[in-house]
């Protein structure tokens, strides 16, 4: 079993920058990713990037997230700038130890985001 810890998460005003990371305890060979869930709403696949570095992204954040991860180090990140109030909810990180695709076999326990308006 590999553990994956968020972190980075916190109370920031419209229009500013987080950085999300994700350090897993063992290599990940597969696909990582973000999901995000609000309160009443349903979760949301915000980014993924395989061990090759492709990269895809929810709409709603196209341009102002960016996914990337270090395999050195075990460890994914989610840049997030231009942050809006919608942006607000639960950021968990996921992943899939050996497949390139969804779905994602490993979770992690979130990290909250906030986006004052």
């Known amino acids: 079993q590999v553990q994956l810890v968020e972190s980075g998460g916190g109370l920031v005003q419209a229009g500013g920058s987080l950085r999300l990371s994700c350090v897993a305890s063992?290599?990940?060979?597969?696909?990582m990713g973000w999901y995000r869930q609000a309160p009443g709403k349903q979760r949301e696949l915000v980014a993924t990037?395989?061990?090759?570095?492709?990269?895809n992204y929810a709409d709603s954040v196209k341009g102002r997230f960016t996914i990337s991860r270090d395999n050195a180090k075990n460890t994914m990140y989610l840049q997030m700038n231009s942050l809006k109030p919608e942006d607000t909810a639960v950021y968990y990180c996921a992943a899939n130890l050996f497949s390139t695709s969804v779905p994602f076999n490993h979770w992690g326990q979130g990290t909250q985001v906030t986006v004052s308006s």
């Open positions: 063992g290599r990940i060979f597969g696909i």
């Open positions: 990037i395989t061990n090759g570095g492709s990269t």
